[in-house]
């Protein structure tokens, strides 16, 4: 008898890692993903014009140099951090190496097998997230963390990036906080059909006031939130993991590509009470860009 495959649950969709521990910093993979061939019939890229006023670039690098909104004066907590954003440079960097690794490299995990992926992450990953990264991969739920795509689906181009830092406190406690939305053009190389898959993140990290993590400005733990958009779950689970986009010619795909489009891609920003909240719906499973599978 074939075993029965799981089902793919609204939790599938959704993540959360809450970790404690020190700080660490990794070199990124700067991998150029570059566009693929395309024939000329396939559709525009659903990316290549997006408002600029709500996407802030396209590289790893674009969301480090953003700048951090909130004025370290009006919160107590930064009082002894004081107000430059230099300071923030070592969080600020860890988590974008983080990001590079597992979001914005999809070429190069997907010559990676499942053992390899969790490698490549983890050596580009804050210490305090190794032991719950793990715990991730043995639960099946990789894909929240490593954007890789199954067969025959290939990204078009770079990504587009809508992001933003920004300080707060929680407890007494500072915290840096990176919200938004990662999207990317996808194909299906043997349909052509052309799509979005969109992961949207919340990282809330508690800042060292006394550098026991390193340098003060260091995290010494942090939260992220994860949801994705454009799925299909069918997929996902026949491909133990990896991606699938919803792009076949159905009403549920298309209908999962629209509402991608209407409530992800037109409005990409995560709002900073939402990012510190746990308990936000902001990052909560959407059935109406998804689909789910028995």
Same mark, same amino acid.
């Given at each position: ?128 997230? !190794?032991?719950?990264?793990?715990? &991730? ?5 990789? !894909?929240?963390? /490593?954007? &890789? ?12 990036? +809508? ?28 349909? !052509? ?19 026991? /993590?390193?340098? &003060?400005?260091? +995290? ?8 994705? !958009? ?20 159905? +009403? ?28 936000? &719906? ?13």
């Amino acid at each position: 008898m074939t075993p029965r495959r799981p089902r793919v649950r609204r939790r599938d969709l959704t993540g959360l890692l809450a970790l404690s521990g020190t700080a660490l910093l990794a070199s990124g993979c700067n991998r150029d993903p570059g566009p693929v061939p395309t024939s000329s019939d396939i559709p525009r890229d659903p990316l290549a014009q997006l408002d600029e006023v709500r996407w802030d670039g396209r590289t790893a690098q674009d969301v480090l140099a953003l700048p951090i909104t909130d004025s370290a004066d009006e919160l107590n907590a930064w009082a002894d951090l004081g107000t430059d954003d230099a300071t923030l440079d070592p969080t600020r960097q860890a988590l974008v190496t983080f990001l590079e690794a597992s979001y914005l490299s999809p070429r190069v995990l997907s010559d990676l097998d499942a053992a390899e992926t969790f490698t490549h992450v983890d050596a580009s990953t804050p210490g305090y997230w !190794h032991d719950l990264l793990q715990t &991730a991969w043995d639960d099946g739920d990789r !894909h929240l963390y /490593a954007f &890789a795509l199954a067969e025959p689906f290939a990204t078009v181009g770079r990504p587009a990036l +809508a992001m933003d830092w920004f300080r707060a406190e929680r407890d007494s406690v500072p915290v840096l906080q990176l919200g938004g939305t990662i999207a990317w053009s996808v194909v299906d190389t043997q349909t !052509h059909a052309v799509g979005v898959i969109a992961y949207q993140l919340g990282i809330v990290a508690d800042i060292d006031l006394r550098g026991e /993590a390193g340098d &003060a400005g260091s +995290a010494t733990s942090a939260s992220i939130r994860v949801s994705i !958009h454009g799925l299909d779950g069918c997929g996902l689970r026949d491909a133990d993991g990896l991606v699938a986009p919803a792009l076949t010619d159905t +009403a549920e795909h298309r209908a999962a590509q629209q509402a991608t489009m209407d409530s992800v891609i037109a409005s990409p920003r995560i709002r900073p009470e939402d990012v510190l909240d746990l308990e936000s &719906a902001a990052f909560s499973a959407n059935d109406a860009t998804n689909i789910l599978c028995d």
